[in-house]
């Protein structure tokens, strides 16, 4: 499968844990982005690289938050002192260059339960 | 910003029914238009997809017109089925400029009955 892969699926934490989630994008994207869902919603931009330049991110993005693709190829999502609101499924997606250019895909998505 | 406007929260048709699930979109850039659908537990896939005005993206009998005059992107079917129940999220990403991301609506939770 050459999709978007995202690791772990699941992860319920205690608050005030730190927690990671790690993306692996299609191979040849050098676009990446990072997505939250929760439930009944659409997903919500967090933030945007392209290759190992993080170029966006959203005001959702609290300095709790860090997004770090150090090679231009996986990148990983930390959230540290986790809080109940931060229970949601984050979403990595990647974006390829040239004709497909505007068309972004999704991995499974990680899912995160603070208790 | 960018916004994207689904009307319907939940649609609940019957098997064999037609379909119209409404989108309509507001960006000061000209975008491309895509319909994603989310199945429980998974994350969004692409459904169908237009470039530009006048465009019509088709997928699994869904069809959907890029309609620039209306800034809308309806999602339709003339004849729903139950495998097609899930949740159906339209959204827009700017061909031009700075912004470079998805935005998308809420959602249109499509539950077809037999």
């Known amino acids: 499968d050459t999709g978007v892969s995202q690791d772990p699926r699941h992860k319920i934490t205690k608050r005030g844990q730190n927690v990671t989630f790690r993306c692996d994008p299609i191979?040849?994207?050098?676009?990446l982005y990072w997505y939250r869902q929760t439930l009944g919603q659409g997903p919500e931009f967090l933030t945007y690289?392209?290759?190992?330049?993080?170029?966006?991110k959203s005001r959702l993005l609290s300095d709790r938050f860090s997004a770090e693709r150090p090679k231009g190829s996986f990148s990983t999502l930390e959230i540290q002192r986790t809080e109940q609101g931060d229970s949601a499924m984050y979403l990595c997606?990647?974006?390829?260059?040239?004709?497909?250019?505007?068309?972004?895909?999704f991995g499974e998505g990680s899912w995160l339960t603070v208790v | 910003g960018d916004s994207v406007v689904q009307t319907e929260g939940q649609v609940l048709p019957s098997e064999g029914d037609s379909l119209i699930v409404n989108c309509s979109y507001e960006?000061?850039?000209?975008?491309?238009l895509f319909w994603y659908v989310q199945y429980p537990g998974e994350g969004p896939q692409l459904h169908l997809k237009?470039?530009?005005?006048?465009d019509k993206g088709r997928n699994k009998g869904f069809e959907a017109m890029y309609r620039k005059e209306t800034t809308s992107f309806h999602l339709e079917k003339d004849s729903v089925q139950e495998s097609d129940s899930a949740v159906y999220f339209c959204?827009?990403?700017?061909?031009?400029?700075?912004?470079?991301?998805?935005?998308f609506g809420t959602g249109t939770r499509l539950q077809v009955t037999l």
């Open positions: 191979s040849e994207h050098n676009r």
């Open positions: 690289f392209q290759n190992e330049a993080q170029l966006e």
């Open positions: 960006t000061t850039q000209y975008p491309s």
């Open positions: 959204a827009l990403i700017p061909n031009t400029g700075t912004a470079s991301k998805l935005t």
């Open positions: 997606a990647s974006r390829p260059q040239g004709a497909d250019g505007n068309t972004i895909y």
């Open positions: 237009a470039m530009k005005a006048n």
